[in-house]
């Protein structure tokens, strides 16, 4: 039996370090997003399988049985693909899921179904920061005439998709205090985040709170009607019950 872990993740980390030192079987893979990410404890691939087909080929050629999906709650591409197939082939598959966020006293959240409903809330003019990263920036158009500020891990490899917009590059964990004199020195109007749920990237949404600035929170994707965890704990558990 091996297992593959869809990486990329916290929980993805850590399921990999549990797996490894448990001694059980199992191979990982990131999609190659990030250029220097954090090795894992599994032997690991980076990149993209080559669509549909590549991935089935993959998983026959790996002769795989079991899927651990511990990707970003936004892959949602990848989580369908993955769901479906695993479902068609008879192969055991999981999806790791973190609880998404939800607002407590003192937060100032609007709810949006897509980044391109920012536009509609934020006036021309505003300073907006990004915590979505890059991947979705042009769906931001919208917010030309406004300092759209966007944060993400690596330097950029081509240039902002509108006027009015900059790369801000930082590596995480970014402590409450920190990110409180950043959006101080910022000026920021209004921060714009997707609904990933965890504990370390709720530091902004601390911040914001403090400091009263309101959030745009961009809501999940649909998911898959498939097997689900929220923990990393409950899904070593799922693997060694296999």
Not at 48 to 74: N, Q, R, W
Not at 115 to 131: H, R, S, Y
């Amino acid at each position: 039996m091996t297992i593959l872990v869809l990486a990329g993740t916290s929980e993805a980390k850590e399921i990999a370090t549990s797996l490894a030192a448990l001694g059980v079987r199992a191979v990982a893979s990131l999609a190659g997003v990030t250029r220097a990410p954090q090795p894992l404890d599994l032997p690991t691939r980076v990149g993209g399988f080559g669509g549909e087909a590549g991935f089935l080929a993959y998983l026959k050629a790996e002769k795989i049985s079991a899927v651990i999906d511990a990707t970003h709650p936004f892959a949602s591409q990848i989580t369908d693909r993955t769901a479906r197939l695993c479902k068609a082939l008879g192969l055991h598959y999981v999806q790791v899921l973190r609880p998404a966020w939800a607002p407590i006293v003192g937060d100032n959240w609007t709810e949006i179904a897509r980044e391109e409903d920012a536009a509609a809330l934020i006036p021309k003019g505003a300073t907006v920061f990004l915590g979505t990263g890059r991947q979705t920036l042009d769906r931001f158009a919208g917010l030309e005439g406004c300092r759209v500020i966007c944060r993400q891990i690596d330097p950029p490899t081509s240039p902002f998709p509108f006027e009015g917009g900059e790369f801000l590059i930082g590596r995480p964990p970014f402590p409450v205090e920190r990110e409180k004199a950043l959006f101080a020195a910022l000026q920021v109007d209004f921060i714009v985040v997707k609904n990933a749920g965890g504990v370390a990237s709720a530091t902004k949404l601390t911040a914001a709170r403090e400091m009263g600035i309101p959030v745009l929170m961009i809501a999940r994707p649909q998911m898959p009607d498939a097997p689900r965890v929220e923990t990393v704990g409950e899904a070593v558990k799922w693997a060694l019950a296999l």
